[in-house]
């Protein structure tokens, strides 16, 4: 019975080698399968016999098995290519994959992406790519993982926004504080060059994505001195004015379907600063027709220009809006952001004054104005952030991110099991999965226009294979060995 056992060790020893062979080769095959994670084999023994000694019972191996094969997922090098499409994952992460005909939702660290016919991101599979939604007001990612649709993407307009979230106008510029106080007033119907200062100009979009060129012009306020209070003749506190600005938001008569060529304010407001030319705040305002008088000899006067007067900032934006009617249609809300101000008598105040606009002595400077908004476009191509975002190139000229790759990583990724095409499934022995954004939580980064090698080691496969070879020549010489030992045991009968 011993050498028949011997034969059944032997022949285990063949089997076990041959199938540990298979994936050793299977190893070799695919060293140029980007994203491919080679596997390790794992040998245990099997279930020994009992062999009586003494008093004592001594057991002994009766061959060999596959204890189990383990991925190994390791990073692999990167490889560049050209291709916008193309991602390799610097990380622990996984492509969420979506297989489009059953639903289910499959891994893999292969970034040769493509589109189907429908214009969706896929795998050369037809396997769907999922992605988050980007907010394109706060580029925060929103809702929850889908396609993303890249090719034959229609954007629509956007009007530019009330001045929630960071949308609307902004400007950020230098005035110089010895401009020179204008003294003709400021016809809110016909704005001239000689009303104003200052000017910069942005262009903003309607609804139907019509632009517009918006421009804000600003006007120094003369200083005026504190009032006196006749009764004590000292100065009344707070009375007087000085650093302080009027601004005005103007468009050409034809964005307002009125007399081309003649600039129109919409509305206006105020700046105030410190002494060293900080911002302390804005404000609103709106025109207060100014009524005619009667003359020396009772003939009536005609009325002055409307006289801008403040207005209280909206709480919920922060920032000053005014409703503007393009070419007599429904109004839109502009928000304008001139700065964020602050407080110079409160030193736990962490804004600056400093971030939009300031009142130095110098030249008048313009940092930046800018506005959101844009019209109808059709997307053109797109190129990739680290952090996953997919930003889209539309051809009216704007760029803005369509999508950001989600990624999934689990906590004991080399038990994922490998069904084919680069594809990877969750299994008990994978553990946890999180499903989130490239960068966070430990899920790697996603590099463009790269893909990631296999990490097979050739050297190390030959090493294996060499080891394999001899292990399975022994365990077959075993079983040759064991069979003329019975065939000398049957001989001796003779």
Known sequence: MALLGSLNTGASGVKTHGKSMQIIGNNIANVNTFGYKSNDVAFEDLMGNSWPQGSAVTKASNGVSIGGVEM??????????????????????????????????????NGEFSYNKEGYLTTLRGGLVQALQVDRLTNESKGIPGSLKVLGLVDAPQPTGTGQRGTGIKIAANLDANATVKDIPVDPSNVLDSMYNFA???????????????????????????????ATGQPIAGTGVSNQWEYY??????????????????????????????????????????????????????????????QPVDPDTGVPQFAVSFGGGTPIVLGV?????????????????????????????????????????????????????????????YTRAIGRIVLTKFDNPGKLAQVGDNMLVETLG??????????????????????????VDLSEEFVNMVETQRAFQASAKTVTTSDEMIQDLINMKR
Not at 442 to 451: A, D, K, N, T, V
């Open 337 to 397: 952001h001139l700065g964020e101000g602050y407080n110079p008598d409160d030193p736990r105040d962490p804004r600056t004054g400093l971030d939009g606009i300031t009142q130095f002595a110098g030249h008048y400077n313009v940092i930046r104005t800018s506005a959101d908004g844009n019209p109808s476009g059709n997307l053109e191509s797109i190129y990739l952030q680290d952090n996953g975002t997919v930003n889209g190139v539309f051809d009216a000229g």
């Open 200 to 230: 910069t100009s942005t262009t903003v979009y309607d609804a139907l994505g019509n632009s517009h060129a918006a421009t804000i012009a600003m006007r120094k306020r003369p200083d005026l001195p504190e009032q006196i209070d006749p």
């Open 249 to 310: 938001l103007m468009f050409d008569g034809a964005s307002l379907g009125q007399v081309p060529g003649v600039m129109i304010a919409v509305g206006g407001g105020f700046m105030q600063f410190t002494d060293d030319g900080k911002l302390i705040a804005t404000t609103g305002g709106s025109f207060e027709a100014q009524p005619g008088g009667v003359g020396p000899d009772g003939q009536p006067l005609p009325a002055g220009p409307p006289r801008l007067i403040p």
């Open 72 to 109: 190994d997922s390791s990073q692999g090098a990167f490889e560049n290519t050209s291709i916008s499409t193309d991602m390799a994952i610097a990380g622990g992460g996984f492509f969420t994959i979506v297989n489009p005909v059953t639903g289910t939702e499959v891994y893999t660290r």
């Open 430 to 455: 994978s553990g946890k999965k999180v499903t989130g954004e490239a960068g966070t939580a430990g899920l790697g980064e996603i590099r463009s226009q790269s893909l990631e090698q296999s990490n």
